[in-house]
């Protein structure tokens, strides 16, 4: 089970950051939660490279985010990269990882960088929505 920020949504709403390289993520997201967006208790925000991500955790502030989903295998700065570097600079943000490799060594690694939790694609988006709207 995911253990969320223990910060409050923001007007009843829980903000998760989706990261990915690949712009047809958004739309699957978009897609497999339309009714928690439209009943206004989930709100998803897309970045799609590391770099954004950092740039647009800071700009709306840790505090803002219950949590970042990021896949692993990006251009520039890789997932477990971004995951490293939101735990230095963000303490309480959660941060769960996406991967298309089950790759030992990456999954290993991302729970020492303190990942939350560990997916892999096909993403059971059916058992991602419970653990996200357990926490809300």
Do not use: W
Not at 26 to 43: A, H
Not at 103 to 121: I, L, P, Q, S, V
């Amino acid at each position: 089970m995911i253990s969320f920020n223990t910060f409050p949504a923001q007007d009843g709403r829980m903000n998760v950051m989706i990261v990915d390289d690949e712009h047809d993520v958004k739309i699957l997201f978009q897609q497999k939660f339309r009714r928690e967006i439209r009943s206004g208790r989930l709100e998803l925000h897309f970045a799609f490279s590391g770099e954004a991500a950092l740039e647009y955790i800071e700009r709306k502030g840790e505090r803002f985010f219950a949590l970042v989903l990021s896949d692993i295998n990006m251009p520039g700065m890789n997932g477990l990269e971004l995951l490293r570097r939101i735990k230095q600079r963000f303490h309480g943000l959660t941060v769960a990882m996406i991967t298309a490799y089950g790759d030992e060594e990456n999954y290993r690694k991302a729970f020492e960088y303190g990942c939350a939790d560990y997916f892999t694609k096909p993403i059971s988006f059916d058992a991602l929505k419970e653990k996200i709207l357990a926490a809300n």
